[in-house]
């Protein structure tokens, strides 16, 4: 596709309900980040792929976030048990490689009622 | 650890007036990014600044990177309603593209 693309948009859970939030990212990027924005905040990292490799997930509030990107392309954020300070946008980006722009998705935006 | 602060924080003005906004680090950076983000949207990338004391426009916008590459600015000329948003200037962390954002910088335009 042209652009990162993130499924779904918009997602509503009930507390302690499991999510899995996608990200397709431009075709042959190597980087790949998930970041977390609440409302009138800025995006805060949460985990970076390098292909299939996760380099980085110091950012991952807690051990109910995980996320995958098993075949270097597309990424799953999932988070199991969700609680209403999950509520946020996620937005997932990428990146041709190190050190060069990075492209976001729309995001999805999860509310946990 | 590493941050750039930015400021302001808010900023309101008025349509053709303009705008700058400044971020600065305590450590020396290798380069600094800028990303807009609409309201309602995702943050796109503007411009990336590498060498010390470059200076690069794009229309009306002109970015600086100081020479000791520890501060940058945006400049907006003339403002526009379709200049309204928050703009960022994060760190990168670890070489890796890993950005750290701040709370940016809020530009409201009252036409």
């Known amino acids: 596709g042209a652009g990162v693309s993130q499924s779904p948009r918009y997602k509503v859970a009930k507390r302690g309900q499991d999510v899995a939030l996608r990200c397709d990212p431009i075709s042959g990027h190597v980087s790949l980040f998930w970041y977390q924005q609440a409302l009138g905040q800025g995006p805060e990292f949460l985990t970076y792929?390098?292909?299939?490799?996760?380099?980085?997930k110091s950012g991952l509030p807690s051990d109910r976030f995980f996320a995958e990107r098993p075949e270097g392309s597309v990424s799953t954020l999932k988070i199991q048990r969700t609680q209403q300070e999950d509520s946020a946008v996620y937005l997932c980006a990428s990146s041709l490689k190190e050190n060069t722009e990075a492209f976001f998705g729309q995001g999805t935006r999860l509310t946990v009622v | 650890g590493q941050q750039v602060m930015q400021i302001p924080q808010y900023q309101h003005v008025q349509e053709g007036e303009d705008f700058t906004t400044y971020c600065n680090s305590s450590?020396?950076?290798?380069?600094i990014q800028w990303y807009k983000q609409r309201p309602g949207g995702h943050p796109v990338f503007l411009i990336q600044l590498v060498k010390s004391g470059e200076v690069k426009k794009q229309k009306r916008l002109t970015f600086q990177f100081g020479e000791a590459k520890k501060n940058s600015s945006l400049h907006i000329t003339a403002t526009q309603t379709t200049d309204v948003g928050t703009y960022f200037c994060p760190l990168e962390v670890n070489q890796g593209g890993k950005l750290i954002f701040g709370q940016g910088t809020e530009l409201s335009v009252k036409p």
């Open positions: 450590t020396t950076l290798s380069n």
């Open positions: 792929f390098q292909n299939e490799a996760q380099l980085d």
